[in-house]
C-alpha cells in the first residue's frame, strides 16, 4: 500500500527539549511539506521540500527545522526555541510542484504535539 | 495576499437534507482549488481538485463546483459517515487553506 506514515502518533516534549516528528512516504513523490494545524485556524505551512537535499522556508519555520537526505523521508524537529509547540502536526506530499495536474497533496495521519 | 474564506464555520443537518459549502477566495492567478475531509484526529484526505471556472466534479454524495470568485461543496442526501470537517485550500503563488467547515449529519 503506498502512502505517507508519520510517527509517533503522540508525542510529549519537555521544556527546553529538542523532539523529532517523522515522516516517510512510499509514494515516490518528489515533493513534501510540514503543516501545523491550531483549533480554529487553517493550515500552516512550516518547511517544504521539492527535491533531496534542499528545502524552504514556509510561512512559520521560527522555531522549525528540517532535512531531506533521503527522496522517502523528511523529518521535521521542534527546537526549544518554538514556544509555542503544542499543536497537530501534518506532513504531506506531492508528485511535484508547480506543475498542473502534479501539486494535489496527499496528506499522513498527523502527529499531536504535547508540552509536559 | 491570497485569502480563503469557508463558511459557515460550523453546520448540522438531519439525515438526507440536502445543503452546500462555500469557499470564497480572492487570489492572483488561481492554479487550482482543492477540497479535503478531515475526520477528528486525522490527516486531510483529498477529495477534489478544480482548475477552471465552470468545472465540476462528482464523487457519491458529493460535487464541488468553481467560479472566478467562490467554490461550493453541494452535498446530496448526506448520511452520519459524511460528518467531518470539509477543508478548502487555493493554489495561487502558494497554497492557503480556509479554516474548515464542520459538518454534522445527525441519525
Known amino acids: 500500500d503506498g502512502g505517507i506514515t508519520q510517527s509517533p502518533k503522540y508525542l510529549f516534549r519537555k521544556e527546553g527539549q529538542n523532539v523529532t516528528l517523522s515522516c516517510e512516504q512510499n509514494l515516490n513523490h518528489d515533493a513534501m511539506y510540514w503543516y501545523r494545524q491550531d483549533p480554529g485556524q487553517g493550515l500552516r505551512l512550516i518547511y517544504y521540500?521539492?527535491?533531496?537535499?534542499?528545502?524552504q522556508k514556509g510561512d512559520i519555520a521560527e522555531g522549525y527545522s528540517v532535512s531531506r537526505e533521503k527522496k522517502e523521508s523528511f523529518p521535521l524537529t521542534v527546537t526549544s526555541a518554538q514556544k509555542n509547540p503544542t499543536a497537530f502536526y501534518l506532513c504531506?506530499?506531492?508528485?511535484?510542484?508547480?506543475?498542473?495536474?502534479?501539486?494535489?497533496?496527499?496528506f499522513g495521519p498527523g502527529t499531536r504535539l504535547l508540552v509536559l | 495576499e491570497d485569502q480563503v474564506t469557508q463558511s459557515p464555520e460550523a453546520l448540522r443537518l438531519q439525515e438526507g437534507e440536502s445543503s452546500s459549502l462555500n469557499c470564497s477566495y480572492t487570489v492572483s492567478g488561481l492554479r487550482g482549488l482543492f477540497w479535503y475531509r478531515q475526520d477528528p484526529g486525522k490527516g486531510p484526505e483529498f477529495l477534489f481538485t478544480l482548475y477552471s471556472a465552470g468545472e465540476e466534479k462528482e464523487k457519491e454524495r458529493l460535487k464541488a463546483t468553481l467560479t472566478k470568485k467562490e467554490s461550493f461543496l453541494h452535498i446530496t442526501a448526506p448520511k452520519p459517515e459524511d460528518s467531518a470537517t470539509y477543508l478548502c485550500a487555493v493554489w495561487g503563488q502558494k497554497l492557503v487553506f480556509g479554516q474548515g467547515t464542520r459538518l454534522t449529519i445527525n441519525p
Open positions: 504531506a506530499s506531492s508528485i511535484g510542484l508547480g506543475t498542473s495536474g502534479k501539486e494535489t497533496q496527499y
Open positions: 521540500s521539492q527535491i533531496v537535499n534542499d528545502f
